[in-house]
């Protein structure tokens, strides 16, 4: 049976600040969340950070939790930061407000983006070293905010957007001070793109991944089910034995698909990527945090 890649011993430690990406739909918000909920056991609290409505970090959250679940809101976001920049909320709300200012900032979305990133910025400060996990745009996107402080500094040069981008240049874009989780599913071709952002990650944002999650990987089957399988579909009768041909068609996909991962993963190093993957196994149902919390912790991935 292939195993599972071991490109680094163990796991580094995170730092304070999470940044989570990945494709949609890969399971990043519940992962986010996992992450949140297992500092917080640890810890006695976390942060965790949504854009949006919340809604989906809310649910995965449930009741009782420990996290406290910070929403970022594009609009009230630049607003605090330009009020930053101004040093007047009510200016803030003026200048955000003009007809002509609100169309230049529908055209230049990055100064948005800017506003949200330090907005976690300012949840970090008031964290008093509580972990705060981010919930990231999704893989290109996500890969673009991260290059943005830099491109914003190196394009202003002075003045108070340089020294915002250059704030959060020191505050968000340095493994020091943040780490970088990607989330990914076992299927080939989403598993090369995300190789692919993690090499991005490395060679464009000098953040190389901390952690690269494989959601629903497929566990490993024992070593004589196949056969077993096979021996069911040559033995039984005509109904019997057509349902044992389809198990063995599914054990036999399986395996294939679990090998097929383990290839794409153990082939990382070509595209930059050398890091020990951790292989979150399928669920019964869609896990929620404090199941995720719980695998994090007892893999010491935490």
């Known amino acids: 049976m292939a195993e599972a890649p071991t490109a680094a011993e163990g796991f580094p430690p995170l730092s304070p600040i999470v940044l989570v990406t990945g494709k949609g739909g890969v399971g990043k918000t519940t992962l986010a969340a996992g992450l949140a909920e297992a500092a917080a056991r640890r810890d006695g609290g976390a942060v965790l950070v949504e854009f949006g409505d919340g809604d989906s970090g809310a649910r995965v959250l ?23 920049l101004l040093g007047s909320k009510m200016l803030a709300k003026v200048f955000t407000g003009n007809f002509a200012v609100r169309r230049m900032l529908r055209a230049a979305p990055a100064l948005r983006e800017l506003a ?62 943040c780490s970088v989780v990607v989330v990914t599913l076992p299927e080939r071709m989403v598993l090369q793109e995300t190789l692919e952002l993690c090499g991005a990650l490395q060679r464009e944002v000098g953040m190389p991944p901390a952690r690269l999650v494989v959601n629903r990987f497929p566990a490993e089957l024992p070593p004589d089910a196949i056969a077993q399988a096979r021996a069911l579909a040559a033995s039984s009768g005509a109904g ?29 190093p ?18 929620n945090a404090a199941q995720v919390a719980e695998w994090l912790l007892r893999e010491d991935a935490a």
């Open 270 to 287: 070509s595209v930059g990527v050398a890091l020990r993957p951790l292989l979150l196994p399928v669920a019964a149902g869609d896990p």
């Open 240 to 268: 019997a034995g057509e349902a044992a041909e389809q198990l063995v068609a599914l054990l036999e996909a399986r395996e294939s698909a679990r090998a097929e991962a383990l290839a794409t993963l153990r082939d990382a």
């Open 62 to 84: 449930g009741r009782g939790s420990k996290v406290r679940h910070e929403v970022v809101e594009p609009r009230t976001a630049l607003e605090m930061s330009v009020g930053r």
């Open 116 to 177: 949200m990133l330090d907005a976690v910025g300012v949840i970090a400060d008031a964290a008093k070293g509580r972990r705060v996990v981010v919930d990231m745009p999704a893989t290109g996107h996500g890969l673009a905010w991260m290059r943005l402080p830099m491109q914003m500094r190196d394009l202003f040069g002075s003045g108070g957007l340089y020294e915002l981008s250059e704030r959060l240049v020191r505050r968000l874009v340095v493994p020091s001070a």
